[in-house]
């Protein structure tokens, strides 16, 4: 298999891929395993408390010397290192269970070095809080070179990510690079609409969806006619739905396909498949505002694409991991056999031929993310080389 197996079990090796395929240092990613090698065998849950302890001493030590480069004016090189301390805290972070000590402060910490990263390194992002009915949602705004209105994406979340892991995918890059902007969202049920606002995941995501398509339209340089949307793991849920009920949208694509997501919870009550982070069923009914499993399931029931994607009727990309432990690939298929009304559907199958056969390229994401940027490319009017 792929994904690199420095651990005994898959949750923690795919905290530490996830890691790896954003940016993070060979070097320090060894320098906070092996430790807590021995705590991995503990179980998923069982020594998370270690795995935050030193992934959180590491973001805390980089943060330091990235403070000594600013004292000598080299703002560049302590934006590298607070990078790197961001996304260490963010990972420390994510694999807390929900009320964890610590967890509150340590998001805090990443957001913050995040930020300061951000402008050391007059970096091509900037922080946006797009309206909702109820609170805000939090965005990276991610610009594409040049003078005049561009094609735009809005990217969204999967159960556990945020948007800064969004931006480390490097797929606003990419888009850029090809002249299209990029707008990550921490939608409702993730990132700082979770843990800041309290705002549950909502199924019907063309409710936050439009609300960043509303924002899109009021930027000089944004093409409202040339707007995308995507979504990378949970987001295979989203990202459909909302292009199948946003018609403003003029294209679509999936970073893992996820068409049932409700049928996947049964799967996962029988122990079959893998799951995305430790104390999985507390962070599901955190994130979905649920008391209880009986009230998180019912509602999760809409999580369903079934008799929805027919309304899809803009070109539309599938993607999949031929080797996903966590989301069927059968799922793939489902999707792309109903956008029946769609003028151009693709679906491609990530195979060991190439790679990014994990659940959405943990293994290596470059091929997902040169297809979904090539994609764009050519259904908004970009330019792919």
Same mark, same amino acid.
């Given at each position: 298999?792929?994904?690199?197996?420095?651990?005994?079990?898959?949750?923690?090796?795919?905290? #530490?891929?996830?890691?790896?395929?954003?940016?993070?240092?060979?070097?320090?990613?060894?320098?906070?395993?092996?430790?807590?090698?021995?705590?991995?065998? &503990?179980?998923?849950? /069982?020594?998370?408390?270690?795995?935050?302890?030193?992934?959180?001493?590491?973001?805390?030590?980089?943060?330091?010397?990235?403070?000594?480069?600013?004292?000598?004016?080299?703002?560049?090189?302590?934006?590298?290192?607070?990078?790197?301390?961001?996304?260490?805290?963010?990972?420390?972070?994510?694999?807390?269970?929900?009320?964890?000590?610590?967890? @509150?402060? @340590?998001?805090?910490?990443?957001?913050?070095?995040?930020?300061?990263?951000?402008?050391?390194?007059?970096?091509?992002?900037?922080?946006?809080?797009?309206?909702?009915?109820?609170?805000?949602? +939090?965005?990276?705004?991610?610009?594409? +070179?040049?003078?005049?209105?561009?094609?735009? #994406?809005?990217?969204?979340?999967?159960?556990?990510?945020?948007?800064?892991?969004?931006?480390?995918?490097?797929?606003?890059?990419?888009?850029?690079?090809?002249?299209?902007?990029?707008?990550?969202?921490? $939608?409702?049920?993730?990132?700082?609409?979770?843990?800041?606002?309290?705002?549950?995941?909502?199924?019907?995501?063309?409710?936050? /969806?439009?609300?960043?398509?509303?924002?899109?339209?009021? $930027?000089?340089?944004?093409?409202?006619?040339?707007?995308?949307?995507?979504?990378?793991?949970?987001?295979?849920?989203?990202?459909?739905?909302? #292009?199948?009920?946003? +018609?403003?949208?003029?294209?679509?694509?999936?970073?893992? &396909?996820?068409?049932?997501?409700?049928?996947? $919870?049964?799967?996962?009550?029988?122990?079959?498949?893998?799951?995305?982070?430790?104390?999985?069923?507390?962070?599901?009914?955190?994130?979905?505002?649920?008391?209880?499993?009986?009230?998180?399931? /019912?509602?999760?029931?809409?999580?369903?694409?079934?008799?929805?994607?027919?309304?899809?009727?803009?070109?539309?990309?599938?993607?999949?991991?031929?080797?996903?432990?966590?989301?069927?690939?059968?799922? &793939?298929?489902?999707?792309?056999?109903?956008? #029946?009304?769609?003028?151009?559907?693709?679906?491609?199958?990530?195979?060991?031929?190439?790679?990014?056969?994990?659940?959405?390229?943990?293994?290596?994401?470059?091929?997902?993310?040169?297809?979904?940027?090539?994609?764009? /490319?050519?259904?908004?009017?970009?330019?792919?080389?």
């Amino acid at each position: 298999m792929a994904l690199f197996e420095y651990f005994p079990n898959y949750i923690w090796n795919l905290s #530490v891929a996830i890691a790896m395929e954003s940016g993070g240092q060979i070097g320090e990613i060894i320098d906070m395993c092996q430790p807590i090698k021995e705590a991995a065998a &503990a179980g998923d849950d /069982a020594g998370v408390p270690q795995f935050m302890k030193q992934w959180a001493a590491m973001g805390d030590k980089l943060q330091v010397l990235a403070g000594e480069d600013e004292a000598r004016g080299r703002n560049f090189s302590a934006s590298n290192k607070l990078e790197r301390a961001s996304l260490y805290l963010f990972t420390a972070e994510r694999m807390m269970g929900h009320g964890h000590p610590g967890r @509150t402060e @340590t998001f805090a910490k990443a957001r913050n070095a995040f930020d300061r990263s951000s402008k050391l390194g007059l970096l091509n992002r900037e922080r946006v809080e797009i309206p909702l009915d109820k609170g805000t949602m +939090p965005a990276i705004w991610t610009k594409a +070179p040049g003078s005049g209105k561009k094609p735009a #994406v809005v990217f969204c979340n999967g159960l556990d990510s945020n948007k800064e892991l969004l931006y480390w995918t490097r797929l606003p890059e990419e888009l850029a690079r090809r002249g299209i902007s990029t707008l990550c969202v921490d $939608q409702p049920g993730s990132g700082e609409a979770l843990r800041l606002q309290n705002l549950p995941v909502d199924p019907h995501s063309e409710s936050w /969806a439009s609300k960043a398509v509303d924002w899109l339209e009021t $930027q000089d340089n944004v093409d409202a006619s040339k707007l995308g949307m995507t979504g990378i793991s949970l987001g295979g849920h989203f990202a459909p739905r909302a #292009v199948a009920y946003e +018609p403003r949208f003029a294209s679509g694509a999936v970073w893992g &396909a996820n068409h049932n997501w409700r049928e996947v $919870q049964d799967k996962r009550m029988k122990r079959e498949g893998e799951n995305p982070v430790p104390h999985y069923w507390a962070h599901v009914m955190w994130a979905f505002g649920a008391e209880d499993m009986e009230d998180f399931l /019912a509602k999760s029931n809409d999580m369903n694409l079934n008799g929805h994607m027919d309304r899809i009727t803009v070109p539309f990309l599938v993607t999949h991991g031929s080797n996903d432990r966590q989301i069927s690939v059968d799922y &793939a298929s489902d999707l792309y056999d109903q956008l #029946v009304n769609s003028p151009r559907r693709e679906k491609v199958i990530f195979t060991q031929r190439e790679g990014g056969v994990e659940h959405v390229g943990a293994d290596n994401m470059a091929y997902g993310r040169d297809l979904l940027s090539d994609w764009f /490319a050519e259904t908004l009017g970009g330019n792919a080389g």
